[in-house]
């Protein structure tokens, strides 16, 4: 089985630039999650799918963040115009869905590692 | 509301010694709690999942963690550390729709 695809890892921008990530999650799976993890904190949840609905954006910046999922597969976040303190890794994780009143077990992508300058 | 807690931030084992990473819990509904952890550069690997079945929940790499409600605690052990343990760990607690993270605790294995 296909893990959640990310890209690109690596991305070096300077501040006021703009940038995109992508996510491809596990097939089948209903929801969809972006997570923000700078150095030494733990992940904190940007954005949250359901389908093609937005469950949960409470965290997402909206003056300079934006996510979309099309079709309920793919997604992209993306920030503009980035900030020094947007530096970390973005996380995409994707799990089956609510059952039974739990979210589902969480499955990671390798995330992808943003430096702005 | 839910909450996590792990308690130390940084936590150095010599390598045969035992692993006691210490994670609280807040809740107002029964929990389900979660370990991952996430070796360097990638993402984050689930180690193991309390969904209120067993107490005492075993998961991958000889890793256990016990639910404690009186205390409400979930910390994670494991008897003997290999060097390939070192990672960041990190607790989480899971409702309907939102998981909440901790801050992680980074493992250091000392030959």
């Known amino acids: 089985e296909a893990g959640v695809a990310q890209s690109p890892r690596y991305k070096i921008i300077e501040k006021r630039q703009s940038v995109a990530f992508w996510c491809n999650p596990i097939s089948g799976h209903a929801t969809l999650y972006w997570y923000q993890q700078i150095l030494g904190q733990g992940p904190k949840l940007l954005i949250q799918f359901q389908n093609n609905g937005v469950v949960d954006d409470s965290q997402l910046p909206k003056d300079r963040f934006s996510a979309e999922r099309l079709k309920g597969v793919d997604s992209t976040l993306k920030i503009q115009p980035a900030k020094l303190e947007d530096s970390a890794v973005y996380l995409c994780?994707?799990?089956?869905?609510?059952?039974?009143?739990?979210?589902?077990?969480?499955?990671f992508g390798e995330g992808s590692r943003l430096t702005v300058l | 509301a839910q909450s996590v807690t792990q308690l130390g931030s940084h936590v150095s084992v010599s390598e045969g010694a035992l692993v006691l990473l210490r994670c609280n819990y807040s809740s107002s509904v029964p929990p389900y709690l979660f370990w991952y952890v996430q070796y360097p550069n990638q993402g984050l690997q689930l180690l193991l999942k309390?969904?209120?079945?067993?107490?005492l929940v075993k998961g991958i790499n000889g890793f256990e963690a016990e639910f404690k409600k009186s205390e409400t605690s979930f910390h994670l052990t494991k008897p003997s550390a290999h060097m390939s343990d070192a990672a960041e760990y990190f607790c989480?607690?899971?409702?309907?729709?939102?998981?909440?993270f901790g801050t992680g605790t980074r493992l250091k294995v000392l030959a």
């Open positions: 989480a607690v899971a409702g309907t729709y939102k998981y909440i």
């Open positions: 994780a994707s799990s089956l869905g609510v059952t039974g009143g739990f979210s589902g077990e969480l499955f």
């Open positions: 309390y969904t209120s079945a067993a107490t």
